[in-house]
């Protein structure tokens, strides 16, 4: 639902369409029907507390609304920070799953994306955590794993500064030395 409502979205924002924005505003009251009302998150049934996977796919819902003018309220937003906060590690600047798992590099980067997107002000210290984090792995270093990178990308790209360099470098490289000549890439694990 999340993806598919970010396609309505972004086509009514870009289009101005009467049809997608009566689409986007369907799909994000079922969106806000689902935001769990205590944690703030997103989940696949409603009433789960959520996990930060979905939370990210959901920001971007949000984002896509306000800028095809469909009002976001304040308390959807809050929800996506509260939640972030619930799931936060480190210093503040890794993130989790869910509450009480351990951090991953994939939900630091979909987290670091998500409060960046959602316009917060992210204390410089967390930044530096999570962009370390995210650096001892760069595409090429490990296990191939695209939804980490995906986020990673929308993440450090947001900063435009030495860790998003670094980044970008490594995964133009690896991307470059594994796609295949008809301009594919395996979906292999490598």
Not at 13 to 18: F, L, R
Not at 40 to 50: E, L, M, N
Not at 67 to 86: N, Q, Y
Not at 171 to 176: A, D, V
């Amino acid at each position: 639902h999340s993806m598919a409502s970010l396609a309505m979205c972004e086509a009514a924002a870009i289009t101005k369409d009467q049809s997608a924005i009566e689409s986007c505003k369907r799909a994000v009251a079922f969106t806000f029907r689902m935001q769990h009302p205590v944690t703030g998150g997103w989940r696949y049934t409603r009433g789960d507390p959520g996990d930060l996977s979905q939370l990210g796919w959901q920001a971007m819902v949000l984002d896509g609304a306000g800028r095809a003018g469909i009002e976001v309220p304040k308390e959807r937003t809050d929800g996506v920070s509260r939640f972030l906060r619930s799931v936060s590690a480190g210093g503040g600047g890794l993130a989790s799953y869910r509450r009480g798992e351990a951090p991953s590099r994939t939900m630091t980067a979909e987290a670091l994306a998500t409060r960046l997107l959602m316009g917060e002000r992210v204390p410089a210290v967390e930044v530096r955590e999570a962009e370390r984090y995210l650096l001892s792995q760069r595409p090429g270093v490990s296990q191939d794993n695209y939804y980490y990178w995906y986020y990673a990308t929308v993440a450090l790209h947001q900063l435009q500064d030495d860790a998003w360099r670094q980044w970008n470098d490594a995964l133009k490289s690896r991307l470059l030395a594994t796609q295949r000549p008809d301009g594919s890439w395996s979906n292999e694990s490598v």
